[in-house]
Nanobody, 126 residues
Framework: EVQLVESGGGLVQPGGSLRLSCAASGFTFDNYAMTWVRQAPGKGREWVSAINWGGGLTSYADSVKGRFTISRDNARNTLYLRMNSLKPEDTAMYYC???????????????????WGQGTQVTVSS
């Protein structure tokens, strides 16, 4: 059974940092690209970032580029999202998700993941 369990969310002041983790199990983690998506209250899903199977290629939404860093530790079956310079507009539930492929999908297919976790809440507020 595929499981993705996110952790690391919380309440942080604007300008602060958090590191999210996603523990994966039930599949061969280093065979698949992974992604982070988020959803703010009353809004649709927003793709945030993706990483290929080996971690050598990454991609970011313009809204987080230069502030967020995606990474993975295939030995630990764990995906990460380091978030710096957080803004109130980053407030959302953050989900990690598994793609069906090894490489980062094209822009048109970035929401075509097959499994996702329960999410971890990030709140940026003073």
């Amino acid at each position: 059974e595929v499981q993705l369990v996110e952790s690391g969310g919380g309440l942080v002041q604007p300008g602060g940092s958090l590191r999210l983790s996603c523990a994966a199990s039930g599949f061969t983690f280093d065979n698949y690209a992974m992604t982070w998506v988020r959803q703010a209250p009353g809004k649709g899903r927003e793709w945030v970032s993706a990483i290929n199977w080996g971690g050598g290629l990454t991609s970011y939404a313009d809204s987080v580029k230069g502030r967020f860093t995606i990474s993975r530790d295939n030995a630990r079956n764990t995906l990460y999202l380091r978030m710096n310079s957080l803004k109130p507009e980053d407030t959302a539930m953050y989900y990690c998700a598994k793609y069906r492929v090894t490489s980062i999908p094209s822009t048109a297919r970035r929401y075509e993941y097959d499994y996702w976790g329960q999410g971890t809440q990030v709140t940026v507020s003073s």
